[in-house]
């Protein structure tokens, strides 16, 4: 072959593999949900604003737990088990949650559905953070955290004082993922 026809070739390829991404890429995003307003009455957290008080049932007991408000940096992960995505994220949480430790961010996953069919899904797929159960919904604490697109999995990070730093849809692919997209 002469220099010329393999330097084209290489060229189409390379311009032809960047297509790909791209188009791939622009369909992810298309895929997605508009951004839909806020119920009536319901207030939406912005990056940079304190998140309001928000108590949730522990999925395991029952009893309520405070998701905002001063204390530790928080992850707050809301999934379902019907969610292919969240079901691959949740072992990926969990490494991370363990390489946190007692001071470490605290990871905090709440399920949008029913105590039972979280519960059926953490028998199949067990994580030692906290979970907590919420009927899911257009007022969710999701959506006032931000979920405007109603896309699960759905993260959030809190700081210490419970202000919202940022958000992310989509699962994780690994731990060190997780880690530097908290600590940005």
């Known amino acids: 072959m002469k220099r010329?026809?393999?330097?084209?070739?290489?060229?189409?390829?390379?311009?032809?593999?960047?297509?790909?991404?791209?188009?791939?890429?622009?369909?992810?995003?298309?895929?997605?949900?508009?951004?839909?307003?806020?119920?009536?009455?319901?207030?939406?957290t912005e990056v940079g604003q304190v998140a309001p008080p928000l108590t949730l049932p522990d999925l395991r007991s029952g009893g309520p737990v405070a998701v905002t408000g001063p204390g530790r940096t928080r992850l707050i992960n809301y999934w379902a088990s019907w969610c292919g995505p969240c079901r691959k994220e949740m072992p990926v949480l969990d490494a991370f949650s363990r390489q946190q430790g007692g001071n470490g961010i605290k990871v905090m996953g709440i399920a949008l559905e029913s105590r039972d069919e979280a519960l059926a899904f953490i028998e199949d797929v067990p994580v030692a953070f906290q979970l907590l159960v919420e009927n899911p919904g257009p007022g969710d604490s999701s959506v006032q955290l931000g979920n405007r697109r109603g896309i699960l999995p759905y993260t959030v990070l809190l700081d210490a004082e419970g202000r919202l730093l940022k958000t992310h849809y989509g699962a994780f692919p690994d731990a060190e993922s997780v880690r530097e997209w908290a600590r940005d």
């Open 4 to 44: 010329e026809a393999v330097f084209t070739w290489g060229a189409i390829m390379v311009l032809g593999g960047l297509s790909a991404w791209l188009g791939w890429w622009l369909g992810q995003r298309a895929l997605w949900p508009e951004e839909k307003p806020a119920p009536p009455g319901m207030v939406i």
